[in-house]
């Protein structure tokens, strides 16, 4: 019995709070709430077209009007937010990418119809010239290298494309040095004072990216001169504080938000600059991440639901004020019949 026990009861007992539903949802630290979600979308150009991506179950490519279908259900479950990737033809790629700054491309229409059917959203353009760039760079490259300071120059010019097409916010996922810094002057000179800047701050070198590169066809192509991967511009996954430099700059360069990404395999990093700004950070929950989850949930291996919600609180747990997932709209709807 208990008068035989020689070791000290416990004083504090943790599992207190872990007695009921009830008390567990009263004191949970961390609410992932649909508002704080972005939903990437790869759009297509032509319409009523429906193109699955083999890697992403669940998420297809979407010409404009779909594009705008699929915003009513995400704004009808509470996400307003999409970040717009768009599928660039392979006729309309060339080295230079000079696709990008044309103000009728694909990009750009779609924007202008979003906005036009819900005034109310909020879009995300990316800024970086790999979709439209035949060597599937997110810069020009010469000499077999990406080029820093010309491509700079051709951001500067896209993000300013972008918001005169009616974009709220631009995020540069290039990873060039100074694009932050020069993205805001043209912006300002332009007179788009109020169109914000989400910088891909901790971007990573990653092969978590590989479903989104088949999702655009924009992967390096495998030529002489081309670099075979990103490595020289996107950052070493072996590295943590050289984020505190590029967070660092990207501040004092009037970044409006820091994203950190991939999500999950990088939740130190995210709190790591959570420690450090106080600015929002932002962290993208990728394609591959994504593709983990559902492939092993269709192979009855993991249950979807509670893994996508348990990876994605844990992104807003580690210090994460925006959650970009292509799971938005699974996630909302979960949300809406109540996560437990
Ligand atoms: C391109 C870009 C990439 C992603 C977002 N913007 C791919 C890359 O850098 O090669 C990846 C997103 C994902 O995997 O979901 N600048």
Not at 77 to 92: K, Q, Y
Not at 165 to 193: K, T
Request: aromatic share 6%; glycine share 6%; with cysteine.
């Amino acid at each position: 019995m208990s008068e035989s026990r020689d070791w000290p009861r416990p004083m504090r007992r943790p599992r207190r709070l872990r007695r009921s539903e009830a008390i567990r949802r009263l004191v949970q630290e961390t609410h992932l709430t649909p508002d704080r979600l972005i939903l990437p979308q790869f759009v297509l150009d032509g319409s009523d077209r429906e193109e699955p991506i083999g890697a992403m179950p669940g998420r297809s490519r979407l010409s404009i009007d779909r594009t705008i279908n699929e915003c009513k259900k995400a704004i009808s479950l509470g996400v307003r937010s999409f970040a717009l990737f768009p599928v660039i033809d392979a006729s309309l790629k060339t080295p230079e990418a000079r696709e990008a700054v044309n103000p009728e491309n694909l990009l750009c229409r779609a924007v202008r119809s979003i906005k036009e059917a819900y005034p109310e959203s909020c879009l995300v353009t990316d800024v970086a010239l790999d979709p439209y760039s035949s060597l599937g760079h997110d810069g020009l490259v010469k000499n077999g290298r990406v080029v820093n300071d010309e491509t700079v120059e051709v951001l500067a010019e896209m993000a300013v494309v972008q918001a005169r097409a009616g974009a709220d916010i631009v995020a540069p996922s290039d990873m060039m040095d100074g694009r932050v810094g020069a993205i805001r002057w043209a912006l300002d000179e332009a007179g788009f004072q109020d169109v914000a800047i989400l910088s891909y701050t901790a971007k990573y070198a990653s092969s978590f990216y590989g479903p989104f590169r088949e999702a655009l066809g924009s992967a390096p192509v495998d030529a002489p001169d081309i670099p075979k991967d990103k490595k020289t511009y996107q950052m070493n996954p072996a590295n943590a504080r050289e984020a505190e430099i590029e967070a660092m700059l990207d501040e004092a360069e009037g970044a409006d938000m820091l994203m950190v990404k991939p999500g999950l395999p990088y939740l130190d990093i995210i709190a790591r600059l959570r420690g450090m700004t106080s600015l929002p950070i932002a962290a993208y929950q990728v394609s591959g991440e994504y593709a983990m989850i559902k492939a092993a949930a269709q192979n009855g291996w993991l249950d979807e639901r509670a893994c996508m919600s348990e990876a994605l609180t844990a992104l807003a747990r580690a210090g994460a004020d925006v959650i970009l997932t292509y799971a938005a709209l699974d996630y909302a709807g979960w949300w809406r019949e109540g996560l437990s």
